[in-house]
């Protein structure tokens, strides 16, 4: 889990060149073209100097000036934002409060490293108001400024609450025990509601920060001192699954309390947990416990014990797909075998597809076969065939085709002559993803043999499929073309010429 | 319950969750329930179903709404929009799909995010939205699946990714070409070695532009028609003009992502760092060439983003190249490959690269699951930053060295400031 947050560049200024065109606004440059090495790196070009007085010098004119266009004054502020250095702090510092060149001046400020752009979004805290200050405020919190915290400690207190709210939040970024401090007591002493969960937001995000850099004892502490508070909503669950992952595989109990709540906030926290916090001993725990627990718990858990196990989890998922199992753990364990079955779970799904009763059950088990990434699971679906009725065969035979294994391509064919219509019908579906480069005549005689639209339709797809599998593209319309010259059916005669057509402007 | 804390109160959940069939998360190649199997007979009770809301719904939103629509166990029931025309249009949309009259409309977020029935939002906004929306629903215990880009620059969606880690809401990005069988096949390919070693990646994206001036000043129409300060949102005040809201707002720097880079290349890098097994990571050099930009990764992969020169596959085209063979593919379906005996594996895709279907019903799956759908806040950060990083390059003119655990730039202070951009208040991040 990638926890880590951007935090302003505190390098010193090193000398970086400045491409002219992005100065002037223009599209991008036209440069030369590097040599095409697969070995060497890049080579970095020698930057000029952040800060230039060159560069810099214009765009504080345009600034200052008086009869500059407004547009223009905009821009001088976006690209100071990037190039500018203290000499252009007073001048934005002194815009803040503008009430359309106030954001453009704080992005520059915000962005710029130097010291003197903290010290006058610092200074601006004392003196702004209204939307301005909630800038300043935020920006003072993306810079991560801890000589903010005692004015934004003051601005905390303040009774307009989106002040206090953008206080509390930049409190947060900012971190640090000074900070924490003021959002920890308001947390116990709250003078609002949304106080109370601006705070605990708050103190989320600094504690994630906190997990983020390995410091889970410090995280711990805060999560635990949002969930004292009654808080409701996210940042009550932000909080939960925070503690949970700062406890890791300690969490195992704690997890599992989650999923027995009977919450459905609660239980989706317990989930995330499930499918995130690493270690052998969370897993064998929820192994255990998924075991002997109640079955809307296990249909629910199973899911997620699947993809966090893997492979190891087949057994207990086909152990589950038994029809003595409640039907949601059952359902939600064929739906898993899918994903992490193996060759032994051909035998329960082929036995659920089979079953009559449980409609959804069955397509969720042939879902499952077509999914399956185990040997032999081709072969055992065909040997299946001969016993299935012709409802279950054209089930089947999808689930052939939707694998995808070619292997299976000449039964399929045969399949593709049966008498009984949805056999047939399912057959021709196959070869769309079965047919290989040798099997164009076959299709091609069931194609003449074939007398409804939607059965041609399904057989010239097959057809183009087989063709375009052919390793030489100057062969792919041979047989095609064989076949038109001694085609005389009009119906199969345009077939041909379709699939003809199709061909050709695929190979162009 | 722990019993030495308060209990959780009024859920923001609804108990579907607790009667539905859940079903499995992503996997390496997500697999897909349809929606109607969720239901014995094809439908879901109104009280088991997800309600979801629409935010800033235009003709790539309508595309994404119409895959939803369809859904047995979604119910949309607001629709928010800026633009009262924008809100009337699509509010016929749902009433159509639905056969009644019963979805309400809005023209500010923060009345969606407020409402406790609504489990999760579609966003699909302009692109300076994407990122703060996103945050303030999850922050409302929202699950939300935003329309790429996801953040209007390579901060934006470093916060994003970390609000949705915090709060484990469920984040789609909306990459959709993640769950489409033609891309997913060629994947496939470069993961598995059928291409050898690889050793370039190739990405399309858009000839890239850049521009900063505004449109001429207009009067502004009533709040109730264009909310214009709304539009704006995160974005620096401009006057307004009527051509931004009709789509004229696309390689303008304060509304668009990477100087337009990010439109194709959220898509497209993003597979080529699936492809390279770089989900975790982004390129570690970038190097502009007119309207081209490479990159190489770490392992020495090469990652070339370019307009021109590709194969007949349709919009949106990538090109993987290893030892022993290359694949490209796009929006149509169409796969080439070489060499010749790759070609047995050849097969036919008829979904479209702009198809959502399988996406959406990806991200419905995983906020019943609670799983991580494909392209999650995780993926969707690291795939931005090297899009972004690119970005950079490319508007400062010069190679660039970039560090992926800093997830900031060796070297170059400039590159680093354009990391970031201020928010005008008070939609912050």
Excluded at chain 1, 318 to 329: F, K, L, N, S, T
Excluded at chain 2, 168 to 197: I, K, M, P, Y
Excluded at chain 2, 285 to 311: H, K
Excluded at chain 2, 399 to 408: I, K, V, Y
Aim: glycine letters at 8%; charged letters at 25%; aromatic letters at 4%.
């Amino acid at each position: 889990m990638q926890n880590t947050t951007l935090s302003l560049p505190r390098v010193s200024l090193v000398a970086a060149s400045l491409a002219a065109v992005f100065l002037a606004g223009c599209q991008g440059p036209r440069s030369a073209s590097a040599p095409d090495s697969e070995a060497a790196p890049l080579a970095v070009s020698p930057a000029a100097k952040v800060g230039d007085a060159a560069r810099t010098a214009p765009l504080l004119d345009t600034l200052r000036s008086a009869t500059a266009p407004l547009h223009d004054r905009a821009r001088a502020c976006q690209q100071l934002a990037v190039v500018g250095s203290s000499d252009a702090v007073p001048a934005l510092a002194g815009l803040l409060a503008d009430p359309q060149l106030g954001d453009y001046a704080r992005e520059a400020l915000e962005c710029m490293p130097h010291p003197d752009a903290g010290a006058a979004l610092r200074e601006a805290l004392g003196r702004l108001e209204g939307r301005p200050l909630l800038g300043a405020i935020h920006s003072v919190g993306a810079r991560r400024d801890g000589g903010s915290v005692d004015a934004l400690a003051r601005l905390l207190r303040r009774p307009e609450p989106d002040v206090s709210v953008e206080a509390a939040r930049a409190l947060g970024r900012i971190g640090g025990q000074a900070a924490l401090r003021h959002l920890r007591n308001r947390l116990e002493t709250p003078p609002s509601d949304e106080a109370l969960r601006s705070a605990a937001e708050a103190c989320n995000e600094a504690a994630h920060a906190a997990l983020g850099l390995g410091r889970a004892s410090e995280a711990r502490a805060l999560f635990e001192a949002v969930l004292r508070t009654p808080v409701p909503g996210q940042p009550r669950l932000t909080a939960a699954l925070g503690l949970l992952r700062a406890q890791g595989e300690g969490a195992a109990e704690a997890v599992i309390r989650h999923l027995e709540s009977g919450d459905a906030a609660s239980v989706a926290v317990g989930l995330r947990a499930v499918r995130e916090i690493p270690g052998e001993a969370l897993t064998r725990r929820l192994e255990a416990y998924f075991s002997g627990a109640r079955p809307a718990v296990r249909a629910e858990l199973l899911p997620a014990l699947a993809d966090r196990v893997g492979a190891r989890f087949a057994r207990t998922a086909e152990a589950c797909v038994d029809e003595a199992a409640p039907r949601a753990v059952r359902l939600a364990a064929i739906r898993a075998l899918g994903r992490i079955g193996s060759g032994t779970s051909v035998t329960p799904l082929l036995r659920t597809a089979a079953a009559a009763g449980d409609a959804e059950a069955a397509a969720a088990a042939l879902t499952s076969l077509s999914q399956l990434r185990a040997d032999g699971v081709d072969a055992a679906v065909l040997s299946s065939l001969e016993r299935a009725d012709a409802g279950l065969k054209a089930k089947l035979i999808g689930v052939l085709g939707q694998r995808g294994n070619a292997a299976v391509a000449g039964a399929v064919l045969q399949l593709a002559a049966s008498a009984d219509p949805a056999v047939s019908r399912a057959a021709f579906r196959a070869l769309d993803s079965l047919s290989r480069p040798g099997d164009q005549r076959e299709i091609f005689r069931l194609l003449r043999a074939c007398k409804d639209d939607e059965g041609r339709r399904l057989l010239e797809r097959a057809a183009i499929v087989a063709a375009m599998k052919s390793e030489t593209p100057e062969r792919r319309t041979t047989v095609v073309v064989e076949e038109l010259a001694g085609a005389a059916d009009p119906a199969y005669r345009a077939a041909l010429q379709r699939v003809r057509d199709k061909l050709t402007a695929q190979s162009r | 319950m722990n019993a030495k804390y308060p209990p959780f109160g009024a859920t923001t959940r609804r108990s579907f969750l607790k009667r539905s069939l859940l079903v499995g998360g992503a996997a390496a190649f997500p697999l897909i329930v349809p929606g109607r199997v969720l239901g014995r007979d094809g439908g879901v009770a109104p009280s088991e179903r997800m309600v979801m809301a629409g935010i800033g719904i235009g003709p790539r939103g309508r595309q994404v709404l119409a895959t939803i629509l369809p859904e047995k166990d979604v119910q949309v029931v607001t629709i928010c929009d800026v633009q009262a025309r924008a809100r009337q249009t699509v509010k016929a949309m749902v009433d159509e799909a639905y056969g009644n009259k019963d979805c309400t409309t809005c023209r500010d977020l923060r009345e969606v995010f407020a409402r406790p029935d609504i489990d999760a939002v579609l966003i699909a906004t302009g692109d300076r939205w994407h990122a703060p929306a996103s945050a303030m629903a999850a922050r409302a215990g929202k699950d939300v699946y935003s329309e790429k880009p996801c953040g209007l620059t390579l901060e934006q969606c470093q916060r994003l990714a970390s609000v949705f880690d915090a709060t484990g809401r469920v984040f789609q990005a909306g990459t959709q070409r993640r769950n489409v069988r033609n891309f997913q096949f060629a994947v496939e390919l470069a993961r598995s070695g059928r291409l050898g070693r690889l050793h370039t990646l190739h990405a399309s994206i858009y000839k890239l532009s850049l521009i900063h001036d505004w449109l001429p000043a207009e009067p502004e129409p009533p709040r109730d028609e264009v909310d214009w300060d709304l539009w704006l949102g995160p974005s620096p005040w401009r006057p307004y003009n009527s051509r931004y809201v009709k789509g004229q707002w696309r390689a303008q720097y304060d509304f668009d992502s990477g100087a337009k880079l990010l439109d194709w290349a959220a898509h497209t890098v993003d597979l080529c760092q699936w492809a390279n097994d770089c989900d975790g990571t982004a390129p570690v050099e970038y190097e502009p060439d007119g309207g081209t930009i490479r990159a190489r990764y770490a392992n020495g992969v090469r990652l070339v983003m370019r307009p021109d020169g590709w194969l007949n596959t349709g919009t949106c085209p990538v090109r993987f190249e290893g030892s022993e063979g290359w694949v490209e593919t796009g929006d149509t379906g169409q796969i080439e490959m070489h060499p010749a005996s790759l070609r047995a594996e050849w097969k036919s895709f008829s979904l479209r690269g702009t198809d959502a279907t399988a996406h959406t019903r990806d991200f419905l799956n995983c906020v019943r699951s609670r799983a991580l759908p494909a392209a999650h806040q995780g993926v969707m950060r690291r795939s931005h930053v090297a899009c972004h990083a690119a970005a950079i390059a490319w508007q400062l003119g010069r190679p660039l060295r970039f560090d992926p655990a800093a997830e900031s730039f060796v070297g170059d202070e400039e590159a680093n400031r354009m990391r970031t951009r201020a928010m005008r208040t008070p939609w912050l991040l």
